[in-house]
């Protein structure tokens, strides 16, 4: 079955710097990829999402690329700030189009 | 509704006693998830709903656990017995189909607390 596989666990930044989560998947099936963000104490929210006929998607500061032969897929936040701090779930649709998720990233922005 | 409610919000009972989680999903969404959160952890599937086919319940961790949908809207999740390692945020989510395709929209969670 589908697994989803997310690092770092942890990503320490300088506030105004970038950000990079990464995500592999082992289901060559799987077409949809969502990012979730959930702040301390609140429900996870999709933040962007992509499919496999695309190999980028941007939306102001974040991004997310898919790269299909390697089966792995990125987000990406440019110019940090302190609202970004939270912790980041990949996901990942297995054979029966449900998603599965990576383990999540705690975000932390230095100021 | 506007989004998926869950109740109650926050929940404490002693070890021992049943409990029941309620989510109201999104008006015609037919797929309707649950999952637990334990402090600091991911997300661990639970079960799953779809319209009136038999749910997947391949996540819960005993027979403790069970769920229903009624009407293909309201769900309850019901665990018995409750232990110390049940203490954890359980979430619900729906979703506009079966399929993942239109991404999932989560309750705010029951936080239940056993002690």
């Known amino acids: 079955g589908e697994n989803v596989e997310q690092h770092p666990s942890t990503l320490s930044v300088q506030e105004g710097d970038s950000a990079v989560i990464k995500c592999t998947y082992s289901d060559s099936a799987s077409n949809y990829f969502p990012w979730y963000k959930q702040e301390l104490g609140k429900r996870p929210q999709l933040i962007i999402d992509?499919?496999?006929n695309v190999g980028e998607k941007k939306d102001q500061r974040i991004a997310v690329t898919l790269n299909k032969t390697a089966k792995h897929f990125s987000l990406h936040i440019t110019e940090t700030q302190p609202e970004d701090s939270a912790v980041y779930f990949c996901a990942a649709t297995d054979s029966n189009y449900q998603l599965i998720w990576g383990a999540g990233t705690k975000l932390i922005i230095k100021p | 509704g506007a989004g998926v409610s869950q109740s109650p919000s926050n929940k404490v009972t002693e070890k021992g006693k049943d409990v029941e989680l309620r989510c109201d999903p999104i008006s015609g969404h037919t797929a309707l998830y649950w999952y637990r959160q334990s402090l600091g952890q991911g997300l661990e599937f639970l079960i799953y709903?779809?319209?009136?086919?038999?749910?997947?319940k391949s996540g819960l961790p005993s027979d403790r656990f069970s769920a229903e949908r009624t009407g293909g809207s309201v769900s309850t999740l019901t665990i018995q017995r409750t232990q110390q390692e049940d203490s954890a945020v359980y979430l619900c989510a729906s979703s506009l189909a079966g399929g993942s395709s239109y991404g999932y929209t989560f309750g705010s969670g029951t936080r239940l607390t056993v002690v």
């Open positions: 992509i499919r496999s």
């Open positions: 709903f779809q319209g009136n086919s038999a749910p997947d």
